[in-house]
């Protein structure tokens, strides 16, 4: 089973991922979904398996940070992120996968559409 992606990790305790234990020295990661991540097809078949079975849900029904709450998912399942710097936020000459922000409002002859 495989999760890759560009890791984050928090520094200290926050709110917004519950008041989780920070071990400095082993920091949990969970994806920057903006760089992407992959899924291999055995993890995804875990994950399938794992949310089929009622009791091993996510407990929460309310989510304030969905790409670490997935990641908590996925830990669940015996799964950490392996972190990638291919997965990126700005383009670089290493990168498979680059985030590109879309731009909705876009100038056509002067007029914003």
């Not at 399938?48 to 849900?57: G, I, L, N, T």
């Not at 304030?64 to 936020?89: K, M, P, V």
Request: with cysteine; hydrophobic share 45%; net charge negative.
């Amino acid at each position: 089973p495989v999760f890759l992606g560009h890791g984050l990790h928090d520094a200290a305790e926050t709110i917004i991922h519950h008041f989780d234990h920070v071990d400095e020295d082993k920091p949990f990661l969970f994806p920057d979904a903006r760089a992407g991540f992959v899924l291999s097809t055995t993890l995804v078949s875990r994950l399938c398996q794992k949310w089929s079975e009622v009791a091993q849900r996510p407990k929460m029904d309310f989510t304030i940070d969905a790409q670490y709450e997935f990641a908590r998912f996925i830990e669940s399942a015996g799964t950490l992120l392996l972190h990638s710097n291919d997965f990126c936020l700005e383009f670089g000459t290493e990168c498979a996968i680059v985030f590109n922000p879309r731009n909705f409002c876009v100038s056509i002859a002067g007029v914003m559409s």
